[in-house]
Every structure is written in structure tokens, then in C-alpha cells.
């Protein structure tokens, strides 16, 4: 599986941005999907993630309530919505995809096996 994530920007404080991330391979369906990010300086952290079937999403706190993911099989793509960000969600965000955890989403990155080369967010304050 090839990912290509998209839609990062410049935005002030309060906007809204939605990422997406296209990938290639018959099989994606198949694929839980993850969004993480990583900030200067900082390790990169777990950000939300699907199941495969769309079943399933989790978020990490900081983000619960603001980000949204889902999942359109038939286009081979995940998106990350983000609404009301903030300067400290400023990070290059990356999306990723596993194949062995179908039922929960799991939030290590060594537990995905493929990743996109990342986009930049950067929210001013």
C-alpha cells in the first residue's frame, strides 16, 4: 500500500482544514487507518484513527470533539477533518495503515506498517 496525504496548510487559529490521504493497492479496504503527527522536537504521537470497515474511530483526547476521521473505501482514501485548531496542533501529520489490527484501532506507531510522507499543518495564533 502507497499513501500520498494532502491538504496541510497555513491557518490562523479557529479554522478548519481537512486533510486527506489517497492510497493505492487493491486491498485497502482491508486496512485500519491511522492519522499521527509530530511537532519540532517531538516525538510523533497518535492523532485518530478507523477500522477497516469504518466501525471504529478513536482520537487521542487533545483532539476529541475538534478532529473528525472517516474513511471512503470506494475512493481509497481517508480524510481527517479539523475543525476549531489550535497553535499546539501545529506538527507535519502523517497518515498510516495496518493490516493485522481489524476490530480496534491501535495508536503505537510500530504497529502500522505503511505511512505517507506527511503534510504540514501550521496553525498561528
Known amino acids: 500500500v502507497q499513501l500520498q496525504a494532502s491538504g496541510g496548510g497555513l491557518v490562523q487559529a479557529g479554522d478548519s482544514l481537512r486533510l486527506s490521504c489517497a492510497a493505492s493497492g487493491r486491498t485497502f479496504s482491508s486496512y485500519t487507518m491511522g492519522w499521527f503527527r509530530q511537532a519540532p522536537g517531538k516525538e510523533r504521537e497518535f492523532v485518530a484513527g478507523?477500522?477497516?470497515?469504518?466501525?471504529?474511530?478513536f482520537y487521542a483526547d487533545s483532539v476529541k470533539g475538534r478532529f473528525t476521521i472517516s474513511k471512503d473505501n470506494a475512493k481509497n482514501t481517508v480524510y481527517l477533518q479539523m475543525n476549531s485548531l489550535k497553535p499546539e496542533d501545529t506538527a507535519v501529520y502523517y497518515c498510516a495503515a495496518n493490516g493485522r489490527y481489524t476490530v480496534v484501532v491501535p495508536t503505537r506507531t510500530d504497529l502500522y506498517d505503511y505511512w505517507g510522507q506527511g503534510t504540514q499543518v501550521t496553525v498561528s495564533s
Open positions: 478507523i477500522t477497516w470497515s469504518g466501525a471504529s474511530t
